[in-house]
T-cell receptor, first 114, second 111 residues
């Protein structure tokens, strides 16, 4: 069964550094998403992406964050000037269409900021 | 502010019993409703989705939706120890792509 692939599985970074989290969505899916889950808290929406542009973003997704689809398969989340509170699991998801279609999640990247 | 509320549990049921998980949502315009299962330290795994009022069955799982009451539930029949996990209710609003998640209900199935 097709799946969403995320790399790395775990990223440890010094505070203030930049990180890039990578995702390969399911191949026939057109909508891509990033979510995060701080330990012990609920899953929170960050951003959705379609047709090479952001469709929707949350209040969390400020100027510190950016997304990009650099080629036909990868979808990346860049976090600049990382802070301690950015430590979380980051999940990439994809869906065939928006809204009513289920979103399928990757295994996540655990980001630890020291 | 769109909210999705779930009883955090833990909900403990004996093996073979029916587990009933509930969720309420605040946005009356919500259109699509999803149940995900999340094992500790893992990612959300899609279990069921439902769009229309009524019941939807898939194997041991039944999702129930009542839009008038802004209520969605998940029934797990013949519960197994492997069903022990946190169950997340998630909702999309009208014209929105984002999933709004509840905090999840932790289910323990006791052998």
């Amino acid at each position: 069964e097709p799946e969403v692939t995320q790399t790395p599985s775990h990223q440890v970074t010094q505070m203030g550094q930049e990180v890039i989290l990578r995702c390969v969505p399911i191949s026939n899916h057109l909508y891509f998403y990033w979510y995060r889950q701080i330990l012990g808290q609920k899953v929170e929406f960050l951003v959705s992406f379609y047709n090479n542009e952001i469709s929707e973003k949350s209040e969390i997704f400020d100027d510190q964050f950016s997304v990009e689809r650099p080629d036909g398969s990868n979808f990346t989340l860049k976090i600049r000037s990382t802070k301690l509170e950015d430590s979380a699991m980051y999940f990439c998801a994809s869906s065939e269409r928006a809204g009513t279609q289920p979103q399928h999640f990757g295994d996540g990247t655990r980001l630890s900021i020291l | 502010q769109k909210e999705v509320e779930q009883n955090s549990g833990p909900l403990s049921v004996p093996e073979g019993a029916i587990a009933s998980l509930n969720c309420t949502y605040s946005d009356r315009g919500s259109q699509s409703f999803f149940w995900y299962r999340q094992y500790s330290g893992k990612s959300p795994e899609l279990i069921m989705f439902i769009y229309s009022n009524g019941d939807k069955e898939d194997g041991r799982f039944t999702a129930q939706l009542n839009k008038a009451s802004q209520y969605v539930s998940l029934l797990i029949r013949d519960s197994q120890p492997s069903d022990s996990a946190t169950y997340l209710c998630a909702v999309t609003g009208a014209g929105s792509y984002q999933l709004t998640f509840g905090k999840g209900t932790k289910l323990s199935v006791i052998p």
